[in-house]
């Protein structure tokens, strides 16, 4: 019965096996203790991005949990994007890995003009509408924390957190998080939750076992 | 004797000293008072207007520095909102913080090369500083070009973090040995989304300029650290005064207003304010100096003045209670002198008069007999002078009693010459009652003896009189005259009435009736060839005004004067000369003007003036004629004559009282005892007990019977005569009058 099935789903299977353990896969998952919210919890539960007390964090808070170590750097990485509608960035934490492309493309009417002081990449994209082509991009080639502005729209805000590591995850506002396909050995994991903190565990992964971590 | 005298002059003497002493005492001490208190008002001004001066420059400067702080501020919360601004000062990047804030605050920057028209109140920023939340500087990347000053980060950090107010500090930077001041505004810039504090900007400004430099006397300079700048000030004495600015300002319980201070010698008024009360920055005090070098000259020259004022006014005052002292001492010494001489003079006159005092007795005598003489004889010439007046009168009397008669008799012969008439009662009657107010006239003429020597009296009864009535009555009354006798002459008088109703006089209808009859004959005199006669009356303001105006001949300007006169006349024999003269006595009783006017060939009019009568209504209630206005009395009549006693008696009945008749007076005591009275009305001359001797009699046994005394010599007569007469009424006696007499004689017992 098995033979009759379409090669196609055959490749699938295959696929999935071999790359289960080829690559040893392991996973974890777990639970981030995040901070209070900074204000009434929002129906919709997206999050935006604010500072209090030059610290930078999502409200509702949501954690990036990431693991730390060395991987081998892929030959090409896809591109990610960062787009602005409705006066507002769609994802306003995205995770990146160092060397990752983001696009900031524009479905409002309106200019937007984005732009960032941070460290890790400092750029300015000037005004740009939607019709703009090419789509405004630019390489995050530094790890670290980049924070967003539009010059025109001062309470557009996102961060852009550029990591060392392919394997990285955002939790939920609730602080549940889950990280599969990752490989077996011993590893730092990380949790960011704002500006100022960033959590870590020493963790040891086995092949095809998975593990529970909470950040207290 | 003269030891005494110099005694007494040694006393004067004495007093004047005294005198001038206290004198000057008073004047010294207070002109002392009033010099003490014009110098210290004086001082006091001085020190106040230097004060306020103070105060003034101070407000202003205060006043624009708040203007730049308000200016800034709002600046500062636009920062906030640049979201360039916010981004580089999260991720403290100082770069693009400067550059961002050099692009924002490009219009308060002194960059150089733009040349501030007005310093003080649009001055621009010599230098600008960020510092963090924390109060750190952060500093300029690439310091600024060396050419201008660059104070010290340390000294613009404000440790503890940044407060949420605008903060004003100085600070002192030293180039190239010289020291300048520079105000430093720290204010903070504070997110508007969440309110905190991102940190602050820090201006560097000049130091605004307190005003009054034109003013030589004033120097101003900013004490910080306990080092005073005071750009015109030497280098020398700058040090002495701040030692002196920072002991004052760091004095126990707070620092004062002001100080005295001497700089090269010359005293100083030294006024500090602080300019930035609560900063956390450095304590910081404007300093004004005003030299007092000007004021004290001034105050000297004053006090020169003053004294000389008071040198003056105590010469002055010297010289007056000298002359006071003399004036006032001169009568005292003089008295003291003339007390010495009186006393011989008086026991001289004492003498004297002890002589004189037996002549004066003789004399006195003398001309007590003189006087005496000189009385009766006067008694004797005004005796015969009434006698000729009153002969005089008595013709007078006779002219009027004709012209009353004349109606009478006038009527009566037409009623003679036509007895068909008789058969018209209308007629008949209304010369009747033409006759019987002549006649009543002619009663009331007798009675008018007096007129000309008496005047209105209390006693007399005025009653209400309608003048259009009466003139009406008294033109019938004269037709004879105007009409009749006229025609008989062969002219032709015409008579126009022009009478408005008027309000009631009080008045003798039949004495003005009189007066208007004489006045009618007269105008018709003067008229020998015919004319128009006008009467007319009407009301003018509170009185009424009757005319009587003819086209006569009118009067020469001497006749104009004199007609009022008595027994001047123009009408030779046929005149008495007292009509007119008893026309003002009667108009003048009546408290009225009688006026004329008349031109030779035009005519006369005689305008006469009466008082309205103001109690009128309650006259006519009091002397109503219209019934009998009393209850039914019992009434004793005592009279001699048996008409006179029967017309009484008769009129009495009529009003429904009771009437008992005697014949003489003692017949009238003897009804009186034996019956009952309300009232008694007697005759006064009777045959042995005459009716006022009975009227004393009957108040002896009932004296509050009211008594009536009728007498045909009543006008003679003054009731003051009669103590026990409670009315006095004259002969003949109407009904009217003899009610009017009973309700005063009841209400008067």
Redesign the interface.
């Known amino acids: 019965m098995i033979a009759m099935r379409s090669p196609a789903l055959l490749l699938c299977l295959w696929l999935f096996f071999f790359a289960g353990f080829a690559r040893a896969q392991a996973v974890i998952e777990g639970h981030v203790k995040l901070p209070k919210p900074h204000a009434a919890q929002v129906v919709n539960m997206r999050y935006e991005v604010?500072?209090?007390?030059?610290v930078?964090a999502t409200d509702p808070p949501v954690a990036v949990v990431y693991l730390e170590g060395h991987f081998p750097l892929p030959a090409s990485l896809p591109r990610a994007q960062m787009p602005q509608k409705d006066l507002a960035f769609v994802t306003p934490l995205l995770a990146i890995q160092t060397g990752t492309t983001v696009e900031f493309p524009n479905y409002d009417d309106t200019y937007h003009n984005i732009?960032?002081?941070?460290?890790a990449k400092r750029f300015d994209l000037g005004r740009f509408r939607s019709d703009e082509k090419p789509v405004p991009s630019q390489l995050f080639d530094r790890p670290g924390l980049v924070?967003l502005?539009?010059?025109i729209h001062?309470?557009m805000r996102a961060i852009i957190l550029v990591l060392d590591t392919p394997h990285f995850t955002v939790s939920d506002t609730a602080g549940s998080y889950r990280l599969a396909g990752l490989p077996a050995g011993r590893y730092t994991l990380k949790a960011w939750v704002d500006s100022k903190t960033t959590l870590e565990r020493s963790v040891e992964l086995n092949n095809g076992a998975t593990l529970r971590v909470d950040f207290p | 004797m003269t030891s005494q005298r110099l005694l007494k002059k040694a006393g004067v003497g004495g007093f004047r000293v005294k005198l001038l002493a206290a004198m000057m005492l008073v004047l010294f001490a207070i002109t002392a008072a009033v010099l003490w208190l014009a110098q210290r008002n004086a001082e006091a001004a001085v020190e106040r207007n230097l004060q306020n001066e103070f105060q003034s420059r101070l407000g202003f400067l205060l006043g624009s520095q708040e203007t730049r702080r308000a200016a800034i501020a709002e600046r500062c919360r636009m920062l906030a909102k640049s979201v360039r601004i916010r981004a580089a000062l999260e991720e403290n990047d100082v770069e693009d913080l400067y550059l961002n804030a050099k692009v924002e605050l490009r219009d308060l920057l002194d960059d150089g090369r733009q040349q501030a028209t007005d310093d003080t109140l649009s001055p621009r920023a010599k230098f600008f500083r960020f510092l963090n939340a924390n109060g750190a500087v952060m500093p300029q990347p690439g310091s600024g070009s060396p050419s201008r000053p660059e104070p010290r980060e340390s000294q613009l950090a404000i440790p503890g973090g940044v407060p949420r107010q605008q903060q004003i500090g100085y600070i002192a930077t030293e180039t190239r040995g010289s020291v300048t001041l520079q105000e430093v505004i720290a204010t903070p810039i504070i997110a508007t989304d969440t309110g905190e504090v991102l940190g602050a900007i820090v201006l560097g400004f000049k130091p605004a300029e307190i005003g009054g430099r034109a003013i030589g006397e004033l120097e101003s300079g900013i004490w910080l650290g306990g080092r005073l700048q005071m750009p015109a000030m030497p280098a020398a004495s700058m040090a002495a005064l701040s030692g002196e600015v920072t002991k004052a300002v760091s004095a126990p319980g707070g620092p004062g207003e002001s100080l005295v201070v001497k700089v090269n010698g010359v005293p100083n008024l030294l006024f500090y304010k602080m300019l930035n009360p609560g900063s956390r920055f450095p304590p910081a005090y404007q300093v004004c100096l005003f030299s007092l070098a000007g004021s004290i000259a001034r105050q000297q020259r004053l006090r020169w003045r003053i004294i000389g004022w008071g040198a003056l006014i105590l010469l002055a005052g010297l010289a007056a209670s000298e002359f006071i002292s003399r004036r006032l001492s001169a009568p005292v010494a003089k008295l003291a002198e003339d007390s010495a001489e009186n006393l011989v003079q008086r026991e001289r006159a004492e003498v004297a008069l002890d002589l004189s005092r037996d002549e004066l007795l003789v004399l006195n005598a003398e001309l007590q007999a003189a006087l005496a003489t000189l009385k009766a004889t006067q008694q004797q010439v005004i005796q015969q002078e009434r006698l000729r007046a009153l002969g005089q009168m008595a013709s007078g009397i006779a002219h009027d009693f004709n012209n009353a008669l004349m109606p009478i008799l006038g009527f009566c012969e037409l009623l003679l010459l036509g007895p068909e008439t008789l058969g018209d009662t209308q007629k008949t009657t209304h010369y009747l009652e033409i006759m019987q107010t002549a006649a009543k006239d002619a009663a009331s003429i007798v009675g008018r003896l007096r007129e000309f020597y008496r005047s209105h009296t209390d006693d007399e009864v005025l009653l209400p009189v309608n003048l259009k009535r009466l003139v009406e009555q008294t033109v019938t009354l004269t037709r004879p005259k105007w009409k009749d006798q006229a025609q008989a002459n062969g002219v032709t008088v015409r008579i126009k009435l022009a009478l408005d109703a008027t309000p009631p006089v009080a008045g003798d209808e039949s004495a003005l009736r009189e007066a208007l009859t004489n006045l009618i004959f007269n105008a018709v005199d003067a008229m020998p060839a015919g004319g128009t006669l006008t009467l007319g009356a009407r009301s003018e303001g509170e009185s009424v005004v009757l005319e009587i105006a003819d086209t006569g001949t009118g009067m020469s300007e001497d006749v104009r004067k004199r007609c009022l006169e008595p027994f001047f006349s123009t009408k030779g024999e046929r005149g008495t000369g007292l009509g007119l003269s008893m026309v003002f006595g009667i108009v003048k009783r009546h408290g009225g003007m009688l006026d004329l006017r008349s031109e030779p060939g035009k005519g006369t009019t005689f305008i006469i003036t009466l008082p309205q009568d103001q109690s009128a209504s309650e006259r006519v209630t009091a002397a109503s004629d219209g019934g009998p206005a009393q209850r039914p009395l019992r009434i004793l009549v005592v009279d001699d004559e048996p008409q006179v006693r029967d017309l009484l008696i008769a009129s009495l009945g009529t009003d429904g009282h009771t009437v008992e008749a005697a014949n003489h007076g003692v017949d009238g005591l003897q009804h009186f005892l034996a019956g009952k009275f309300d009232l008694v009305v007697t005759d006064k001359a009777m045959p042995g007990m005459s009716g006022d001797q009975m009227a004393t009699a009957i108040k002896q046994m009932a004296p509050r019977t009211p008594i009536i005394l009728l007498t045909g010599f009543g006008q003679f007569h003054d009731k003051k005569e009669f103590p026990d007469i409670d009315v006095l009424a004259s002969k003949p006696i109407t009904i009217p009058a003899l009610r009017n007499a009973i309700a005063t004689a009841l209400e008067a017992a």
């Open positions: 604010v500072t209090n007390g030059g930078i732009f960032s002081y941070s460290k924070s502005h539009c010059d001062d309470f």
